[in-house]
């Protein structure tokens, strides 16, 4: 009898793989879920079933798995070479980030010979999702009919949050759990820049910033903050020197609310107040004047094509 082929080369999160569930999948990787490290038990004792339940479904959290697959158009003894490296600094930022405070998922394991790295699966909503925005990098574009309707309707016909900006989606569970707490849009917009200021701090440069790589977290043990913002995907982060480096990472997120989220784009000008806030008028000023030429520059490439 055969045993069945793995489509993964050998390594210790070989069975992980196998086992989990492809979530999402880019150019660079695939990402896979688990509910548990360990598989469900075969043997138990019908007796008791709270003690079989209560073995086979951790206490802790589900695993996220990213799997970086090697590359055919690359030399074998570079592709490797340069997943290694790229793992290893993902979980470095990371660590450090963890260390200084900033909320990012745990690191599990490293496997650099698999391609692989675990991390705590983070429970809760995106961003995007909860502000109901489309793919990543999708415009949205309206006709000067619709703009008008859309002013001339009457504000008690929209479903509008706590703090009275915006118009919000129904059916949206992030959202209306949010509602629930009485938190409101600016409240999660002040939010995002604290956790982005905490982040530039470390000297840390996310280097993907979008709303789908930011999750709404409730923390109900904490009565003062009923959420957190969690910083997830550090595959392209990498270390600042440059004022220039920390305005590319916010305008990154900047084309991201316009693109995606179009009806939340002057709401950014919360994320960068907060940003400003969290990181000090001397740190942010640099910034803040290197933000406004590479938002010439991006017009400028637009124009052009």
């Known amino acids: 009898m055969s045993t069945p082929t793995s489509s993964y080369s050998y390594s210790p999160s070989t069975c992980y793989l196998e086992r989990g569930e492809l979530i999402k999948q880019g150019a660079e990787a695939k990402v896979f879920a688990l509910s548990s490290l360990f598989p469900p038990p075969k043997i138990y004792n019908p007796s008791s079933p709270s003690s079989s339940s209560s073995s086979s479904t951790p206490s802790s959290s589900g695993v996220i798995i990213k799997y970086r697959f090697p590359k ?6 570079l592709d490797a070479s340069l997943t290694a490296s790229r793992l290893t600094f993902e979980a470095r930022s990371l660590a450090r980030a963890a260390k200084y405070g900033v909320t990012v998922p745990r690191v599990l394991w490293v496997d650099e010979k698999g391609g692989c790295i675990g991390l705590e699966k983070v429970e809760g909503w995106s961003v995007r999702e909860v502000l109901g925005g489309g793919a990543e990098g999708e415009m949205e574009y309206q006709d000067e009919e619709e703009i008008e309707l859309d002013i001339d309707t009457n504000d008690d016909e929209r479903d509008v949050d706590v703090q009275g900006e915006g118009e919000v989606e129904e059916g949206n569970e992030g959202w209306d759990k949010l509602r629930e707490l009485g938190v409101g849009r600016d409240h999660l917009m002040r939010s995002i820049g604290s956790a982005l200021a905490k982040l530039h701090l470390t000297t840390i440069i996310h280097g993907d910033l979008t709303t789908s790589n930011m999750m709404i977290r409730l923390t109900p043990d904490n009565k003062s903050q ?6 997830i995907d550090f ?4 270390t600042a020197q440059f004022p220039e480096n920390y305005a590319v ?7 991201a609310f316009a693109s995606t989220h179009p009806k939340s784009e002057k709401l950014y000008a919360g994320v960068l107040e907060a940003y400003a806030k969290g990181l000090g008028e001397k740190k942010w000023k640099p910034i803040e004047t290197k933000l406004k030429e590479v938002r010439k520059r991006g017009r400028k490439r637009d124009m052009t094509g």
Do not use: A, F, K, W
């Not at 595959?235 to 990498?238: E, Q, V």
């Not at 990472?249 to 084309?255: A, F, H, K, M, N």
């Open 72 to 77: 055919q158009y690359r030399h074998p003894s």
């Open 226 to 231: 009923p959420y957190e913002i969690v910083l």
């Open 235 to 238: 595959g392209l982060s990498s």
């Open 249 to 255: 990472d916010l305008y990154v997120l900047e084309r």
